[in-house]
């Protein structure tokens, strides 16, 4: 299906659309500009855009297509050439009161693949990611229940009153913070708290 | 008396402009850029890559192009056989009119309805292009060449 060309014939024929002086000069260019003969057979050295036609330089000189307002015209038409485009765009050439608003459409399509209102039109992608993030605040709420009430209350043995009383007794025998922590509140003369 | 004070004063003050002249590129004058622009359009030798190598380029530059520069280039649309290209550039000064497309589009049409009305150039309002027509996938999106 894709016939294999080698690189240098690429290179050659691209070097068109890299020449960017003869464009857009404050001095007329000379009268021979215009004619530059294709050097190359249009579907044999582009296989990747086929029977279009290439018609400028576009953004940077490749031959590809894109809808941008701010570069509105692409280096190469929408729609392949077929026979009845061709028809329509020699109908083109005579005055344009014979061509009617539907075959208008039908040529503007064939340049371009959507219209500047449709490129800049919104999307609604919006929608998709509000309810993305909102869906995971919820699954985070969720979590949070879930965690509260079925991980965090451990019932260990070691927390209730008894147990450190029974703690804090040994501590004391022990003699644990006889400076300045818990024992030395504690008077061992007579075996109550320092008033 | 005078004139042997003169000679030196007028050496002096011609010093003074030279040494004052700025050594930037000379800025152009308003009208010399849209004459510029216009001419370019206006060449009979414009091919369609040079047109629309301008309309891009204009589409970047920081003004909004005078009713006869778009006048010139609509022409040169008209002497290429090109009708979609003419509506394609309405709709992008439209779009470059920004915030204020409100205002400066409908004095835009009013101004070259004349050029529009000689060269049967269709506007994007009478193809019923100002608002979206098809709703298509963004490119991003597509799963092949022609999943639309």
Partial sequence: MFKVVSSNICKKSLTRFSIVAQAHTAAPAAPGHHAVEPQFKQAEVYPRIGNREIVGFGRNGEPSYFDSPDCPCPAVRWKEDTP????????AKGDWTNLT?????????ADFRSTISETVAPTGEWKFIVGSLLGIMGATIWGYYFFTKAIYPVKLETSSNEHQARMLERMIAQGVGRVHGVSSKWDYETGTWKK | ?????????????????????????AKESDDDFDSRWESYFKRPTLDGWELRKGINDMQGFDNFPEPRIVVACLEA?????????????????????????????????????????????????????????FGLKS?????GPNDY
């Fill in chain 2, 139 to 143: 490119v991003f999106e597509m799963k």
């Fill in chain 2, 77 to 133: 649309c008209r002497r290429l056989n090109e009708p979609s290209l003419a509506t394609r550039y309405l709709e992008a000064l439209r779009w470059k009119a920004g915030k204020d497309a409100k205002v400066i589009y409908p004095w835009l049409i009013q101004e070259i309805r004349p050029t529009l009305d000689k060269l049967k150039i269709a506007t994007p309002e009478d193809l019923g292009y100002e608002k979206p027509e």
């Fill in chain 2, 1 to 25: 008396m005078l004139s042997t004070f003169r000679a030196p004063l007028m050496r002096a003050l011609s010093l003074r402009a030279v040494t004052a002249r700025s050594y930037s590129a």
């Fill in chain 1, 84 to 91: 009845e485009i061709k028809a329509l765009r020699e109908k």
């Fill in chain 1, 101 to 109: 608003v539907e075959e208008k459409k039908i040529l503007y399509r």
